[in-house]
């Protein structure tokens, strides 16, 4: 089958109260190795896509700004273009450290999945790993 998921459980945290550093992305490409770049220290040359998970609202950017993001790649162009709109979500998978319920023991649990004969990207998120996941995007 051409269709797959993967389910990813994580956890950002810091001492400020609402962002935390700049995030992550999770990349789903033609690259067998790591080649470095401007992407979340990844390269934006690539055929695939990108799952950014950003945890920063740069000022200039701020309307195009979506915690959860896909990336397409078609491996000319850059995929990383941030004065666009992505195709993306807002989530608040984020642990203030000094809230009530911080512990190790919580996170945020995402399941990002694959249609290939029509080559569409699902991604669903359970913010507080309560079991009840919503979709962020189907795209």
């Given amino acids: 089958s051409k269709d797959w998921v993967t389910v990813i459980k994580f956890r950002i ?8 550093g700049d995030g992550f992305a999770v990349f789903f490409t033609n690259h067998a190795t790591f080649i470095p770049g401007k992407m979340w220290g990844v390269t934006d040359m690539f055929r695939g896509f990108a799952v950014g998970f950003s945890t920063f609202r740069n000022t200039e950017f701020s309307r195009y700004h979506r915690d959860i993001a896909l990336y397409v790649g078609d491996g000319e162009n850059s995929a990383f273009i941030q004065d666009k709109d992505h195709t993306g979500c807002y989530s608040k998978y984020r642990y203030h450290e000094k809230r009530q319920d911080f512990s190790v023991d919580n996170y945020a649990v995402v399941k990002i999945g694959y249609e290939g004969d029509t080559q569409t990207v699902r991604v669903s998120i359970d913010e507080k790993n309560t079991g009840e996941f919503h979709t962020c995007f189907t795209d």
């Fill in 13 to 20: 945290s810091g001492q400020g109260a609402s962002l935390f």
